[in-house]
């Protein structure tokens, strides 16, 4: 079974950046997707970004299109999210999920209904 943890929250002031772990264990991620969701305070939970694990597609949010990386590294089978220019609108729980199905219909997804296993989430905090 997959097993998903979250890395490299906190706070940080804005304009600044951080970058987020997604350490995977229990299976290797190379025929996954995995994407990146966010939830603020009393707002439902959102796309960030997501990725293809084997051939490193990416797809991205329009809030954070620019600013926000998402990368992978096969070889430590983890995820990154990489958010410069940070914004206090950008205060959240950060959470990385699994798509299992990508190598089967080859399109990344932004619906958290393709995710099947998450992780815990971390926070992250931007003040002004």
């Known amino acids: 079974q997959l097993q998903l943890v979250e890395s490299g929250g906190g706070p940080v002031q804005a304009g600044g950046s951080l970058r987020l772990s997604c350490a995977a264990s229990?299976?290797?991620?190379?025929?996954?997707?995995m994407g990146w969701f966010r939830q603020g305070a009393g707002k439902e939970r959102e796309f960030v970004a997501a990725i293809s694990c084997s051939l490193g597609f990416t797809n991205y949010a329009d809030s954070v299109k620019g600013r926000f990386t998402i990368s992978r590294d096969k070889a430590k089978n983890t995820v990154y999210l990489q958010m410069n220019s940070l914004k206090p609108e950008n205060t959240a729980v950060y959470s990385c999920?699994?798509?299992?199905?990508?190598?089967?219909?080859?399109?990344?997804?932004?619906?958290?209904?393709?995710?099947?296993?998450w992780g815990q989430g971390i926070q992250v905090t931007v003040s002004s």
């Open positions: 999920a699994a798509d299992p199905n990508y190598w089967r219909l080859n399109a990344l997804s932004s619906t958290q209904k393709r995710y099947r296993d």
């Open positions: 229990g299976r290797t991620l190379s025929t996954y997707a």
